[in-house]
């Protein structure tokens, strides 16, 4: 049993590494709580919200989802193209012209879906 459980841990199937990257993706936005919250309590308030007072049917689809849709998805297929190509500098070898649009076209998206109505950083619009 104990050679199941390494095996587990040491990420050898794709559903060990995709629970791994879950479960830790799900830990780093729970800590990011503590640099969010003022005390202890609160991070207990929001510890709560979180597992109990989480609604998705009160989410506005067309206007989060989408937008951020549209924001990732160029993203994502960069992402897709450094890791299929195992070479994180395919960016700055692209055409000047394509790399510059690229550029361009993430700053124009930041500024049109980012959220810059109020005081506080983005991170901290819980």
């Known amino acids: ?3 199941a459980f390494r095996a587990w841990t040491a ?3 794709a559903l060990a590494r995709l629970t791994s990257w879950a479960v830790m993706f799900h830990l780093t936005c729970y800590g990011w709580l503590i640099f969010r919250a003022r005390s202890a309590g609160q991070i207990g308030d929001l510890t709560a919200a ?6 998705p049917s009160t989410v506005d689809v067309h206007g989060l989802l989408v937008p951020l849709a549209l924001y990732v998805t160029p993203l994502v297929l960069v992402q897709a193209i450094e890791a299929s190509t195992d070479d994180l500098l395919i960016v700055p070898k692209l055409p000047l012209a394509v ?4 550029y361009a ?6 500024m049109l879906f980012g959220n810059f109505g109020g005081s506080e950083f983005i991170y901290f619009q819980f």
């Open 99 to 102: 790399r510059y649009s690229l």
């Open 50 to 55: 979180l597992a109990g007072s989480f609604a």
């Open 105 to 110: 076209a993430t700053f124009y998206l930041t």
């Open 11 to 13: 990420g050898r199937s």
């Open 1 to 3: 049993r104990l050679p």
